[in-house]
Structures are given as C-alpha cells and as structure tokens.
C-alpha cells in the first residue's frame, strides 16, 4: 500500500478512469458483463485459500484492536461462506439488465413519441464498513447495470477487500472490459473519503454503508448526490391475534439468526391483549439474548433489566434486545413512528384488518406480516445481491440492486414538429 499518494490526486486519478470505463460499460451487451462476472466467480473459488489467509489476517487484528463479536461476525470469511460470495456474483449474472429496459411510451397529440429508458448513473462511489463481500456485491451490481465503481472498504477488512477485489479484476479482464469498471482505492487514508465526497463530475453518487458515523459524515460533506443506507432499526410488534407459536419462532428468529445484520429486530412490541408473552421471553433469554424491558415486561421474567430511554433507538447489532408493551396496532404504530429509523418493521398477526392497516400505516422501506426482519435483504428479495438498504425517500427505497443503479433518460421521435 502506497500511503505517500496524495488522496485528492489519487480519486481524480481513478475518477477519470472510472468516467472512461463507465462510457464503455453503458452500451456493452448483456452477455460481456455476465461472463465478467461469471469469471469473477471462478477466480474467487480458484484463489478461495488465499481469501481466507486474508480474512485471517484482518480477523486477527479485528480481535487484537477488540472488535465486538458482532463486528468480528460480520467480517468473518469461511469456506461456506465465500462460496456464497462466488454464488452472488452468479446470480447477479442471471438477473434481467435493467439497461435500455423502456419504461413508459407515449404519444403527444401532436405526434411527438415520447420513451423513457433506463440508464446507468455512470461511476458509483461506495464507502462501506466491515464487511469483505460487499466488495464483490457492489462490484457486480454496479458492473451487471453498467457502472464503473470505485469501492472504499474499511481498514478492518483491507487484506479481505484486497484478495476480492483482485478476483473481480480477473473476471473483468477476461470478459475484455476496462479493469477500471472496479476500483479500489488503494489506502485507508481517510482522506481518501474527503476526496471521494468533493469529486463532483468524476463520481455521480455515493453510497455509504456503515454506522452512524460514516453516514453522518457522509451526508455533511458529500459534494455529489449521496443514496443513504442508515441504521437498522427495526421493529417486530406482536398483535394480540397472533399465533402464539408463529409468534415465538418469528421472534426468535428476527433477534436471534445473525444479530449483527441491518435487517435484525432491535426493538420487540407486544400488544397487551397478547396472552403468551412469557414463553417468548423466556425462549429469546434462554437463547442467550440480553433483554431490556419496561416495568411490566420486567414483572414477567426476572431475567429482563430495566430498559433506558436511549434503548428505543439503539441498533444493538448483537444479543440485546428492547422489549415494551402497546395498546393495539395503533400503539405500536406510534412506537415506531417515534422510533424507527425506517428500514425494516414486521407485525405478526392473523387478523388480516390489523395486517392492513399495519402496512399502510407504517413509513418504512420494507413492512412485513408474519415474517422475520430478516428477510430484510436484496438476494431474499430476489435482486441477486444489494448494496444497501435505502431508508430515504428519493430515487430508491429499501433494498438497492441493479434497477436503484439506475436512472432514466427521454427518448424523444419526431416528424419534423415545431414549436407554435
């Protein structure tokens, strides 16, 4: 690694070789960026060994500098888990190019036809924490909708960014594309993110993807449009008309399958015409979970401690829940309403009125009946991967994939109409 590089001359280094790259890739054919990436898929099996010595690399330091277990959880490469790095790659190749897709076609009365056609933004720029498979996540996002990308990964996942990335490269390069359709930057200078955020006409969006910090950051000194993916704050709220045994497999499951994912339930409502509340407690504290409560959630197992202000808007990302007690779906509703970071909320319930109203009623990317937060995810969803999770309102909403890696331009056909 190069420190001595000056940061602003090394993004506008690789920011004009991503904008040349990004012209390439805005009219190459399908099947060029899907070989890409289907290369990129064998070369991360083929040099699987050397991966994971990366990955221990970072893991040993991660736990030297005291990473949190969860933190240690979400930068952890193994053998199954690469596999399903290589796998997503695969699976992007397959997904429908949203590139030149037509999404709307009018006739003026005056014969004017009008198209509106999907098109790439051009050079991505993402800055992200933690974890390496972002890396080749966005990479193949970004390349199967025809962008360039300049990836900034965080220094705890250097040596495991590094080893995928050079994998991607191999896949770029034998499909016969520009090698600066994926970038890295080569330093974890932080002013290397300065210089991302003020490279106005080289990158055209940023996408950060990490903890509040970098966001806030982010956000306060972007010079150039910028797709948040902020905390996963995210809700499961028990109806009283819930099946007391889906309720308890759905809970466990939100909090308890990887708790340091976005899509993890943080937050635990339960309406309190709900009569089965202990067993739930009970099986999450049995379960290893560390449960903060209200009062009249403490009263039903003595293993709950009290909750403080601060826990309602808390993303844990680890084996702490908050838990509280609301009058009905509207009780819930404004729990959220106050608390949400409106990324995921779930309500579990068999009385389809109060489903309904629960989907209207809550603002958030992704509202769900009767399933696990953690679903909250592009390859759930069917994206093949995603980059983010957008809790914003404009351009995307929810999970980030190759259609959100879009924008659109107007096609317009005339005969030779003129303006009265």
């Known amino acids: 690694m190069n420190t001595a590089v000056d940061p602003q001359a090394l993004i506008q280094k690789m920011g004009g070789e991503a ?6 890739l805005a009219n190459m054919p399908t099947e060029v960026k899907a070989k890409a990436l289907r290369a990129a898929a064998a070369a991360i099996r083929a040099h699987s060994t050397d991966i994971i010595a990366a990955n221990a690399q970072d893991m040993q330091r991660g ?42 076609r009018t006739t003026r009365p005056n014969g004017l036809v009008l198209e509106r056609v999907r098109v790439p933004l051009g050079v991505v720029g993402i800055i992200y924490e933690s974890r390496p498979n972002v890396t080749a996540d966005a990479g193949a996002l970004a390349l199967m909708s025809g962008n360039a990308v300049i990836l900034r990964g965080g220094s705890e996942a250097r040596e495991s960014n590094r080893a995928i990335h050079a994998a991607l490269v191999e896949g ?8 600066a359709s994926i970038q890295l930057v080569p330093t974890t200078d932080r002013a290397a993110v300065g210089a991302m955020l003020r490279a106005a006409g080289l990158i055209d969006i940023i996408i950060p993807r990490g903890g509040k910090s970098l966001v806030a ?31 308890l497999k759905l809970v466990v499951n939100a909090k308890m399958r990887r708790t340091g994912i976005c899509g993890a339930t943080e937050t635990l409502l339960i309406d309190r015409g709900f009569a089965d509340l202990a067993p739930i407690i009970a099986a999450l504290a049995d379960a290893g979970c560390t449960l903060r409560g209200t009062d009249e959630v403490r009263a039903i197992d003595s293993r709950v401690a009290p909750a403080s202000d601060e826990d309602w808007d808390t993303e ?17 509703m404004a729990h959220i309403a106050r608390h949400s970071s409106h ?3 779930a309500i579990i319930t068999e009385d389809t009125a109060r489903a309904e109203q629960f989907l209207r009623g809550v603002d958030s990317a992704i509202v769900m009946v ?3 937060t953690q679903f909250a995810d592009g390859g759930e969803f069917g994206l093949g991967a995603e980059i983010g ?19 659109y331009k107007w096609l317009v056909r005339g005969t030779g109409q003129t303006r009265p």
């Open 217 to 247: 950051r982010v956000q306060d000194e972007a010079r150039v449009p910028v797709l948040a993916h902020l905390d996963g704050l995210c809700h499961s709220y028990v109806d009283r008309a819930a099946d007391p045994e889906k309720a």
């Open 389 to 407: 999770i957008s809790t914003g309102r404009m351009h995307a909403r929810g999970p980030v994939a190759l259609e959100g890696l879009t924008t």
């Open 343 to 345: 990324h995921t909320d």
């Open 316 to 332: 844990y990302l680890d084996s702490i829940l908050s838990v509280a007690m609301v009058d009905g779906v509207e009780g819930a």
């Open 172 to 179: 770029v390069r034998a499909a016969g594309l520009p090698e």
């Open 370 to 372: 009767n399933a696990s």
């Open 63 to 104: 736990t030297e500098n005291g990473l949190s277990a969860a933190m240690l959880d979400r930068l952890k490469l193994d053998e199954k888990r690469l596999e399903g790095v290589a796998a997503g790659l695969e699976a992007v190749s397959v997904l429908d190019d949203p590139v030149g897709r037509l999404i709307d």
């Open 19 to 24: 904008r040349a790259a990004a012209a390439v």
